[in-house]
T-cell receptor
């Protein structure tokens, strides 16, 4: 069964450093998403991406964040200068035709720890 | 905020009993989805119900949607210890954003 994969599973970085979180969505999906979940809190929407551009973003997704689909398979989230409060689980998701009208498939997440 | 809110926040039941979780939201939606999350793990999609549907079944899961009350319920029948997890509802809005609720933590005691 196709699945969304994410790498690395755990990333530790120093405050102020740049990190890139990687995701491989399901191959025939067209819509891609990033979410984050701070420990013990709810899952928060960050950004959705379709047709090689951002279609929606939340207030959390400020200038420190960027997304990219550098090739036909990867979808990345870059945090330019990490802060302590960026420590969270980051989940990638993808969905097929219809976007949010249909099920989103989530990856296992990347745990980001900012020291 | 358009986020879904689940209640109860925590639920503890004996194996074999039914578990009911509720979700309320604030704006009109196209669909509502329920997800399960085991501790420290990713989100597993359980069921999607569209705004023009009132009830949906999948195995031991039954979901209802009342758009007039902006609420949904998830019923898990004949619960098992393996059902222990957090359950979240997620609602969409115009565009491609999803809002997750705070979740219900379900513990099924063997």
């Amino acid at each position: 069964e196709p699945e969304v994969t994410q790498t690395p599973s755990h990333q530790v970085t120093q405050m102020g450093q740049e990190v890139i979180l990687r995701c491989v969505p399901i191959s025939n999906h067209l819509y891609f998403y990033w979410y984050r979940q701070i420990l013990g809190q709810k899952v928060e929407f960050l950004v959705s991406f379709y047709n090689n551009e951002i279609s929606e973003k939340s207030e959390i997704f400020d200038d420190q964040f960027s997304v990219e689909r550098p090739d036909g398979s990867n979808f990345t989230l870059k945090i330019r200068s990490t802060k302590l409060e960026d420590s969270a689980m980051y989940f990638c998701a993808s969905s097929g035709v219809g976007g949010s009208y249909n099920e989103q498939f989530f990856g296992p997440g990347t745990r980001l720890t900012v020291l | 905020s358009q986020q879904g809110e689940e209640d109860p926040q925590a639920l503890s039941i004996q194996e074999g009993e039914n578990a009911t979780m509720n979700c309320s939201y604030k704006t009109s939606i196209n669909n509502l989805q329920w997800y399960r999350q085991n501790s420290g793990r990713g989100l597993v999609h359980l069921i999607l119900i569209r705004s023009n549907e009132r009830e949906k079944h999948s195995g031991r899961l039954r979901v209802t949607l009342d758009t007039s009350k902006k609420s949904s319920s998830l019923l898990i029948t004949a619960s098992r210890a393996a059902d222990t997890a957090s359950y979240f509802c997620a609602t969409d809005q115009a565009g491609n954003q999803f809002y997750f609720g705070t979740g219900t933590s379900l513990t099924v005691i063997p």
